[in-house]
């Protein structure tokens, strides 16, 4: 990071520094969004909300301020995702615990949420898996709407579990089950009237994937084989043992692989297949209903 500006003193002259650099690094961000991540960064140094400094823009940081001000800013310069700079993101209604062992939760997934809950009455107890749960967004969102529901949620990252156990206890769902697992392996037959996962399908290959995502997040998180398919797959079909009947399976996606899931999930002998678009217009959550 090299600029003319003096190395900012004051709140006021750290947000003009901060969204100097951050608008001139690769992230591509405009002038505002700059402004906005760097004020984010400025509450975290300070421990304060946002209100604070835009009443106090005057105030002086503290040679402890600027150095760790600096430090947080050029994480976020060379690309680190924010979310794991500022150690939380919002999803949902939830502000959750994230960190580099998981994926950052992006609002995309909340459709998984309310299809989830769309799919049963309220006064329904429904008994939910989330797979590959990662910081628990989906499972804690759907448990905290539904607090009867009986909800499970698994990960193969123990590391990633902690942080979805931690973010349970924050917000005291402590009646959500939170276990280590692959995928559906050794669930038994006929037991969850839903399966729900946002799993890896992204191809390794593929050159449209941000470079700051690839990067940073997690690889196990991201990338499956089979040119993005292998986890899909592999959940369908062990879903087709472990749901009930007339249970449904929500899978999040890429936005080009909604046909060939909806073709498998046919072979499987799932029916009422349907495809749901995103916030941006494109296809992002694949279902199926068991027979």
Same mark, same amino acid.
């Given at each position: 990071?090299?600029? @003319?500006?003096?190395?900012?003193?004051?709140?006021?002259?750290?947000?003009?520094?901060?969204?100097?650099?951050?608008?001139?690094?690769?992230?591509?961000? @405009?002038?505002?969004?700059?402004?906005?991540?760097?004020?984010?960064?400025?509450?975290?140094?300070?421990?304060?909300?946002?209100?604070?400094?835009?009443?106090?823009?005057?105030?002086?940081?503290?040679?402890?301020?600027?150095?760790?001000?600096?430090?947080?800013?050029?994480?976020?310069?060379?690309?680190?995702?924010?979310?794991? #700079?500022?150690?939380?993101?919002?999803?949902?209604?939830?502000?959750?615990?994230?960190?580099?062992?998981?994926?950052?939760?992006?609002?995309?997934?909340?459709?998984?949420?309310?299809?989830?809950?769309?799919?049963?009455?309220?006064?329904?107890?429904?008994?939910?898996?989330?797979?590959?749960?990662?910081?628990?967004?989906?499972?804690?969102? #759907?448990?905290?709407?539904?607090?009867?529901?009986?909800?499970?949620?698994?990960?193969?990252?123990?590391?990633?579990?902690?942080?979805?156990?931690?973010?349970?206890?924050?917000?005291?769902?402590?009646?959500?089950?939170?276990?280590?697992?692959?995928?559906?392996?050794?669930?038994?037959?006929?037991?969850?009237?839903?399966?729900?996962?946002?799993?890896?399908? #992204?191809?390794?290959?593929?050159?449209?994937?941000?470079?700051?995502?690839?990067?940073?997040?997690?690889?196990?998180?991201?990338?499956?084989?089979?040119?993005?398919?292998?986890?899909?797959?592999?959940? #369908?079909?062990?879903?087709?043992?472990?749901?009930? @009947?007339?249970?449904?399976?929500?899978?999040?996606?890429?936005?080009?692989?909604?046909?060939?899931?909806?073709?498998?999930?046919?072979?499987?002998?799932?029916?009422?297949?349907?495809?749901?678009?995103?916030?941006?217009?494109?296809?992002?959550?694949?279902?199926?209903?068991?027979?």
């Amino acid at each position: 990071m090299q600029t @003319s500006l003096n190395v900012p003193t004051t709140v006021k002259e750290a947000c003009e520094w901060g969204k100097y650099h951050l608008h001139h690094s690769e992230l591509d961000l @405009s002038l505002k969004q700059a402004l906005n991540e760097t004020r984010w960064i400025l509450q975290k140094v300070f421990s304060v909300d946002a209100a604070y400094l835009r009443l106090h823009d005057d105030k002086a940081l503290t040679n402890q301020q600027t150095l760790n001000f600096n430090s947080l800013l050029k994480r976020r310069f060379h690309g680190e995702p924010l979310a794991y #700079i500022l150690e939380t993101q919002y999803f949902w209604t939830l502000e959750l615990q994230v960190n580099k062992d998981t994926l950052v939760p992006r609002s995309e997934t909340e459709m998984l949420v309310e299809k989830a809950l769309e799919s049963y009455p309220n006064d329904y107890k429904a008994k939910v898996i989330d797979v590959g749960t990662g910081t628990g967004a989906i499972a804690l969102a #759907i448990a905290l709407e539904r607090p009867h529901w009986e909800v499970t949620a698994t990960d193969i990252s123990q590391a990633a579990l902690d942080v979805a156990i931690a973010n349970a206890t924050h917000y005291g769902l402590n009646h959500v089950t939170l276990k280590k697992n692959h995928w559906l392996d050794g669930v038994e037959p006929n037991v969850f009237d839903l399966v729900i996962s946002n799993p890896p399908y #992204i191809d390794d290959q593929d050159d449209e994937i941000a470079w700051d995502v690839k990067k940073y997040e997690p690889s196990l998180a991201l990338f499956a084989g089979d040119n993005g398919y292998e986890a899909l797959r592999t959940l #369908i079909r062990q879903s087709a043992r472990c749901l009930k @009947s007339s249970g449904r399976i929500f899978l999040e996606h890429g936005h080009r692989q909604g046909e060939l899931l909806q073709q498998y999930l046919a072979k499987q002998g799932f029916v009422g297949i349907e495809t749901f678009d995103d916030f941006a217009g494109k296809p992002r959550v694949t279902t199926g209903m068991k027979t």
